[in-house]
């Protein structure tokens, strides 16, 4: 902003020198701020208004209805006792163990996979250009066509048990989609197969973003393949891990959808993120302050993660 | 700097924004019911109101189904943009009520006579300090089975009247090869399924007091730790591939005779009705063993909202045709539930519904005519769905005894009281 402030400032004078040029100069300066004007405007009311709402509810005692009377943090507390409640497992307990085990797996493993796959498609290989766009093709699907497509991929008695027992292996057993324990790990595999093409394309962008006389002087001194990618390519990539883990990380925290789609909840509410948590909360239960209070917790988390990282990164590093 | 962008951005967003007034002649109605026989019993009451003179406009919910449905109204009266009237389910109609938002009926209530035609126990949904805030549509009822007659011949079975009968039954079925308990693992079937076996163990006067009045002592006795070990033996009956399965999908399995019985409530009917399968030759319909003579139910109300005084007429119009003899019977042969009000003629019926009729009556009379919990008629959504955690996370094993079912059952409730 204050850039634009200082540009105004300067100009003023020419206005006042010539009197016939100034209102269309004016509204030159103004057209920029006019077409920034809406959404400038959504963000603040639609985001951070909306946050600063939110926050304002969590402390209220809102039932069905937005209640504005300040009755103190019951609803935190409530959630601060769930958070201990794990046998039996509370749902808020659930959820937040589930964000960890999925969180972790989701991002560790779409940019393992990412990365590997690029490296391979990288290798100069024919058929590159067919190659590409179908691992990148799951990214086009909504997570509703995913969830749904792997639901029945993975239930017992239409997908893979089924088809595999026709096909006479009748010892084959897979119901991870059915079983508490491991329903979350079904939502990990649905979401890696969606997310890791995507993670693929932009690792491949940055390989192909390397300097290939790096690489010759590297072979040339005598790096080994492995070296080469361990010592050079892998740092190289520093900013792209970044850019990675911060659309990996924000559709991790908001895979709402996905559970519903996949799981509709899993076998007693075990596949729940927070996100579903708060939606159930909210919408369902008629406890808008508990749901107002999950939400905010979800959002204190992703800050407590990212901006940290964002700082570390993004600051200027000592030449 | 920033004040003339406010200012710029308040201009840019005002156009946005144009008053809109509804029609005075037209019935603005949100709902749900969208699916091929649902939607075409509504066409009866659509054109009962074009015969006076009203047009109907159904409100858009995006994504379909009752929450998208609950999250649009809520939008909608908050920004002060009431429909006519909204397809509403118990505590929420209270729930609106109480936030002052719903308009008055009475005097269409008293002229029509609901008062006495309505059975008491939907009133306490209906009608709201002394006002008619609602227009019951129907009465289900969950205590049933549904059992497919070819797969009971075929075992020899017979009507089970006590729990113990119902065991061996399955019991049958199960020796014959065939899946003996069809149901669709989400909580709100389980806990539907779970109404039903506290009525039958305990009783309609524990149900009461335990389900719909939430006493304390009642909820951790004996006879709910007792409930919840009928449940579990019931639980040993269904396939291995249960988990997460819609209900439809249930019914599906006892209307192929891949399956014996359903535990469901009535509307399952509509489900045989789609597959051309009639009450007595295809299928069966009993109370859940041990709960005859008690009906447990929920009810689809049209809510009614304060409209604005231009719009009352079409309102009432609504609210008289949804009450109208004729369309209660017309509507409810279809949906596979009863009329709400129990002096309509049951000669258009199936045997389940006139039965469904009779008990109905018969169960306003006795006093046993109780809400389910499970489907938000025995207390508010927050306890409701507290419940429904609890027995889905008994029946999937996340709470894995009876003693401790009871205790996070009352922890759970007094949490979300």
Not at chain 2, 225 to 254: C, E, H, I, Q
Not at chain 2, 278 to 291: A, S
Request: charged letters at 20%.
């Amino acid at each position: 902003m204050s850039t634009v402030a200082e540009t105004q400032i300067k100009l003023t004078p020419e206005h006042d020198a010539r009197p016939g040029a100034s209102v269309r100069s004016r509204l030159q300066d103004l057209l920029p701020k006019i077409v920034l004007a809406p959404s400038f405007a959504a963000t603040i009311v639609f985001v951070y208004g909306f946050i600063l709402w939110t926050i304002y509810l969590s402390f209220t005692n809102s039932k069905t209805f937005p209640s504005y009377d300040i009755t103190g943090a019951r609803a935190y507390q409530r959630l601060w006792r769930w958070t201990f409640e794990s046998d039996p497992p509370s749902s808020w307990y659930t959820s937040i163990t589930n964000m960890g085990i999925f969180g972790f797996l989701y991002i560790l493993i779409c940019l393992a996979l990412g990365l590997f796959l690029a490296i391979l498609l990288d290798q100069k290989i024919r058929g590159e250009g067919v190659l590409r766009p179908i691992y990148l093709y799951p990214m086009a699907l909504s997570f509703i066509v995913t969830g749904v497509a792997w639901k029945w991929f993975l239930d017992p008695g239409l997908g893979l048990e089924q088809t595999l027992h026709q096909w006479g292996w009748t010892s084959f057993h897979f119901d991870w989609i059915k079983n508490k324990d491991f329903v979350i790990y079904t939502v990990v595999i649905a979401g890696v197969w969606q997310a890791s093409g995507f993670i693929m394309a932009m690792f491949l962008a940055g390989l192909r973003g390397i300097d290939g006389e790096i690489m010759k002087a590297a072979q040339i001194d005598g790096a080994s393949t492995f070296q080469l990618y361990r010592r050079i390519v892998i740092p190289l990539l520093r900013p792209v891990f970044l850019s990675a883990f911060i659309v990996l990380a924000h559709l991790a925290i908001k895979s709402y959808d996905l559970v519903v789609a996949l799981t509709s909840g899993g076998p007693g509410g075990s596949a729940w993120l927070p996100s579903n948590f708060m939606y159930e909360f909210t919408f369902k239960r008629n406890e808008m302050a508990v749901g107002s209070a999950s939400a905010v917790i979800m959002l204190m988390t992703l800050t407590a993660i990212i901006v940290p990282y964002l700082y570390s990164e993004l600051r200027e590093k000592p030449r | 700097m920033l004040r003339k962008l406010l200012i710029g951005t308040a201009l840019a967003t005002s156009f946005a924004f144009s008053a809109h007034a509804a029609d005075v002649k037209e019935v603005q109605m949100l709902h749900w019911w969208t699916s091929g026989g649902e939607a075409a019993a509504l066409n009866v009451l659509k054109q009962d109101l074009a015969k006076e003179g009203y047009a109907w406009k159904d409100v858009p919910v995006a994504g379909g189904g009752g929450d998208a449905a609950m999250t649009a109204l809520k939008a909608m009266v908050a920004a002060g943009n009431y429909p006519t009237a909204s397809q509403m389910l118990g505590y929420t109609v209270l729930d609106y009520a109480a936030a002052g938002v719903m308009g008055d009926l009475t005097e269409t209530a008293k002229k029509e006579g609901w008062d006495k035609s309505v059975p008491a126990a939907l009133q306490k949904f209906s009608v709201y300090n002394g006002k008619w805030v609602a227009a019951p549509v129907n009465v289900h009822s969950v205590n049933w089975l549904w059992i497919n007659k070819a797969v009971m011949d075929k075992i020899g079975g017979t009507e089970p009247k006590t729990f113990d009968d119902f065991i061996a039954l399955l019991d049958k079925a199960k020796a014959a090869g065939v899946i003996p308990l069809a149901l669709g693992g989400q909580n709100w079937q389980e806990a539907t399924m779970f109404d039903s076996v506290v009525l039958s163990t305990g009783g309609p006067e524990f149900y009461k007091k335990a389900m719909n009045d939430l006493d304390e002592d009642s909820l951790k006795s004996d006879t709910m730790k007792k409930s919840f070990d009928n449940l579990a033996k019931l639980v040993k009956y269904v396939d291995p591939n249960f988990s997460g399965r819609d209900w439809n999908l249930a019914t599906a399995m006892v209307i192929k005779g891949d399956a014996l019985v359903q535990v469901m409530g009535d509307w399952a009917k509509g489900e045989f009705h789609a597959a051309k399968k009639t009450p007595g030759t295809d299928f069966l319909c009993y109370r859940f063993p041990g709960t005859d003579g008690s009906v447990i139910y929920n009810s689809d109300m049209f809510g009614m909202f304060n409209v604005p005084e231009d719009r009352k007429a079409a309102q009432v119009a609504l609210a008289t045709a949804t009450l109208s003899k004729s369309f209660q019977s017309a509507f409810n042969v279809v949906k596979g539930s009863v009329p709400a009000r129990t002096d309509v003629p049951d000669t258009d019926f199936d045997a389940c519904g006139k039965k469904g009729i009779a008990d109905l009556k018969k169960a306003n009379e006795g006093g046993t005519l109780f809400g389910s919990l499970a489907q938000g008629y025995g207390a508010p959504p927050a306890v409701a769905n507290a419940y429904k955690d609890v027995v889905s996370k008994f029946v999937h094993g996340q709470i894995k005894s009876s003693d401790e079912a009871v205790t996070e059952l009352v922890k759970a409730i007094d949490d979300a009281k």
